[in-house]
């Protein structure tokens, strides 16, 4: 597919398409999975909307194309260059800015959703599933190996909020600062990561990771400017 077709027109933007997500309880980590994803804790959210796929190519030309940040890493490699295809190498304040340009170009609060909030995206409704859809990831979720980049956006199984590809394709930036302990000492309500710190926070897995390391409570540490083939992000907007 040729790159011309990521440059964006010229009277309006594509915005990314999001689902309502209920606020609510739920218990967040796991008592199974690394040292950094426990002590598993209740914690509730606020009712938001977040990105149904992760951002895409096509979405955030239209970013580049308003002289927001420069072209990612491998904007025109030909492995990650498909307009479905979710936009890495992005980081963590690009992600954040490109949050801030929808809010100004669309109105509304756009923002990176904090862990807690992605986690309870993610996990559907479903409490403890091994997975975000249940005991274990839908026949064709993910191809076969061997993997050579990220699959365009939307071709599997929806969980039951509605978000596709939870934390297959991409690694998602999110808000918080990062802390390998920061679950004992995160509050109930609207949990939010430490003041600082030296990383921020990305959670699920990649097209580079086996099925079997596909949870929601995965959580990775990365310093905020890194730029990773395995790494884009979805953003949240939150409901009035």
Known sequence: MAVATLSPGRHSILAPSTVFVPGGRFRMGSEDGRPDERPAHEAEVRPLRMGR?????????????????????????????????PVVGVTWFEAMAYAQWLCET???????????EWERAARGGLAGAGTSWGGEVPRGEVPEPPVSGPWPVGRGTANGFGLLDPGTIVRAWCFDWYAP??????RRYDPRGPETGAKRVSRG????????????????????????????????REVP
Do not use: H, I
């Not at 109105?107 to 990176?112: A, I, Q």
């Open 106 to 116: 669309l109105g509304g609060r756009w923002r990176l959703p904090t862990e807690a």
């Open 53 to 85: 796929t992760p951002v895409t190519n096509m979405e955030y030309a239209w970013f580049l194309a308003a002289g927001r940040a420069p072209e990612p890493p491998w904007w025109k490699d030909p492995v990650f260059w498909d307009p479905e295809q």
């Open 181 to 186: 302990d920061a679950y004992r000492a995160m």
């Open 205 to 236: 897995g990649s097209w580079r990771q086996p099925v079997g390391e596909l949870t929601p409570a995965s959580r990775f540490a990365f310093d905020p400017t890194v730029r990773a083939a395995d790494c884009g992000f979805r953003v949240a």
